[in-house]
Nanobody, 123 residues
Framework: VQLQAYGGGLVQAGDSLRLSCAAS????????VGWFRQAPGQEREFVAA????????YYADFVKGRFTISRDNAKSTVYLQMNSLKPEDAAVYSC?????????????????WGQGTKVTVSS
């Protein structure tokens, strides 16, 4: 599975941004997909995940109510809508996938990773 995240950029605090994760897998609908982020000098952290059908989602506490993960299996793409961005949201955001029937939130649970896209939030 090849993943490519894109959509990052420079925004101001309070702005919105939508990230996309395009996948090459034929059976994309059988993969759980997650978004992770890593700020300079910090460890990678979980942001959000979505199950295979898109009916179930899971978020880190620090993005609940602000970020929304969704997927379009027909387009083999997962999205991360980020609203009310804060300077502390600045990081490189990466998407990851795992062939699984259950939701996964740990970095080590995912075995396919795409290159990240950088999000910068100015105050």
């Amino acid at each position: 599975v090849q993943l490519q995240a894109y959509g990052g950029g420079l925004v101001q605090a309070g702005d919105s941004l939508r990230l996309s994760c395009a996948a090459s897998a034929r059976a994309f609908r059988q993969y759980v997909v997650g978004w992770f982020r890593q700020a300079p000098g910090q460890e990678r952290e979980f942001v959000a995940a979505i199950n295979r059908s898109g009916e179930r989602t899971y978020y880190a506490d620090f993005v609940k109510g602000r970020f929304t993960i969704s997927r379009d299996n027909a387009k083999s793409t997962v999205y991360l809508q980020m609203n009310s961005l804060k300077p502390e949201d600045a990081a490189v955001y990466s998407c990851a996938a795992v062939y699984s029937v259950t939701m996964q939130t740990r970095t080590e649970d995912y075995n396919y990773w795409g290159q990240g896209t950088k999000v910068t939030v100015s105050s």
